[in-house]
């Protein structure tokens, strides 16, 4: 495997988490954020984790040291130019993100992998802002990073097959469980689990039960960890809509359609445990 060295893009929950997966597991990381000051507050956090781990005795102190050596944090895009491996983790913003790997495509090296870690929108519309569209492919880590074993690794229809092997086998490296899939909105589990959220939703507002007895019915009936409530206000009910809406447009399948109580809660700022209020409240 040719990648060693790895790039973030991203200052959220997602971006350091993946900051913290490669570089426990040995890739050099340059962390990029849009300021200096929430780079180097990402590093802050990451130590802020290792620190725990230590304290748990989950990672020696050696370890911990060693992950923090292999991290650096830049605002300037440029830094991330003898990258291998460039992963973005921003705004869920199709325009956004096009115009981020128009930049990606001019400043990297011409053999980089380029990725997304979107979790629905298509991965061709970013490839093909390059000129190396084959480089370009879906990296998509799943909430908390560091917890969570699933990684989809998303082809799109001109993804080359060693690239999708390569990403692959760094997501191996990782720790992690990668699956391959089509570049299809949702890839495999956001087009299976956001019907189900959004159709609890609907049945809150139909008044079929309340929030708390949903959640507690879906957790003791399908031994799920969480209810669909607590899990959009950790996914995020702005995260949330945008998913649907994505769905929607490629589909037009009604289950696809966001509830008219999530999209009234974005408008109003109540978009989960980021904001510190959501379906539940997170404040006090």
């Not at 990029?32 to 956090?45: E, G, L, P």
């Not at 981020?100 to 970013?126: G, Q, W, Y």
């Not at 990296?139 to 690239?163: Q, R, W, Y």
Request: charged share 25%; aromatic share 6%.
């Amino acid at each position: 495997m040719t990648i060693k060295r790895v790039g973030i893009i991203g200052s959220g929950i997602m971006g350091s988490g993946i900051a913290e997966v490669a570089a426990k597991s040995g890739y050099e990381v340059v962390l990029r954020s849009r300021q200096q000051a929430t780079a180097d507050a990402m590093v802050a956090a990451l130590e802020k984790s290792l620190n725990k781990q230590v304290e748990k005795g989950k990672l020696e102190e050696s370890e911990r040291d060693a992950t923090l050596g292999r991290v650096s944090a830049t605002s300037d895009l440029h830094k991330l130019k003898d990258c291998d491996l460039v992963i973005e983790s921003i705004v869920e913003d199709l325009v956004v993100k096009k115009e981020l790997f128009r930049e990606l495509n001019h400043i990297c090296k011409d053999d980089a992998i380029l990725a997304t870690n979107t979790s629905t929108l298509p991965i061709v519309e970013m490839a093909m802002e390059t000129h190396r569209p084959e480089q370009v492919v879906g990296v998509h880590f799943f909430n908390p990073a560091p917890m969570m074993a699933l990684v989809e690794i998303v082809k799109s229809i001109v993804t080359g097959d060693e690239v999708a092997a390569e990403v692959k086998a760094f997501a191996e490296s990782c720790g992690k469980s990668p699956v391959i899939v089509e570049d299809r909105a949702g890839f495999i589990v956001n087009a299976l689990l956001f019907p189900y959220l959004n159709n609890a939703v609907k049945m809150l507002e139909n008044g079929i039960a309340s929030m708390e007895d949903i959640d507690t019915a879906m957790k003791g009936g399908c031994n799920f960890p969480m209810g669909p409530f607590a899990l959009l206000d950790l996914v995020g009910l702005d995260t949330s809509v945008a998913i649907l809406d994505a769905l929607y447009d490629e589909f037009r399948d009604p289950n696809f359609s966001p509830a008219p109580a999530l999209r009234r809660m974005v408008t109003a700022g109540h978009l989960g445990r980021k904001s510190g209020k959501g379906f539940y409240d997170y404040s006090r």
